[in-house]
């Protein structure tokens, strides 16, 4: 049997790089020791932007709202989506809400919908979760996150 500490320890090292890769490919310069300093030693890195500092600490603490959500047995549903995207924009943005703007994905040749038909598809979307019982849960998670990703709800942070 593996110890609680064992466990905790790689509980860490998951949520350490989880967090840095997962930022990184938003942009993020942070190199993954940086992204240790602060999560680990909560140690400010000069030369970075506050935004950057902010979006690991808030990528750290989502994924924890997300693990709580996990062990309570909670189906996904817009309330913790909103709650997530306020947790990952804390101190950059205001988050939770969603865009009443058009926005453009910089490298991107996917143009995200209207606020109006943006609307639309977000309320399918989540009809959509409750309905896709003929998937499994890598499936299910692979389908809310293309969609999601597609629909882009959210000014930044999606």
Request: net charge negative.
């Amino acid at each position: 049997m593996i110890s609680k500490e064992t466990i905790e320890s790689y509980q860490k090292v998951f949520s350490l790089v989880f967090t840095h890769n997962s930022t990184a490919i938003e942009g993020n310069t942070l190199t993954l020791m940086e992204t240790k300093l602060i999560l680990e030693d909560k140690v400010s890195v000069g030369g970075k932007s506050m935004r950057e500092i902010y979006e690991v600490i808030n990528h750290e603490k989502a994924f924890e709202y997300v693990i709580q959500c996990i062990e309570k047995e909670e189906n996904l549903n817009e309330t913790i989506i909103k709650n997530i995207h306020a947790i990952i924009m804390e101190n950059i943005i205001v988050g939770g809400i969603y865009r009443n703007v058009d926005v453009y994905i910089s490298g991107s040749e996917h143009m995200p919908l209207t606020p109006h038909e943006m609307y639309k598809q977000i309320k399918m979307f989540y009809s959509d979760l409750n309905y896709k019982t003929d998937l499994n849960e890598i499936e299910l998670a692979a389908f809310a996150h293309a969609e999601f990703v597609k629909i882009h709800p959210f000014v930044d942070g999606n």
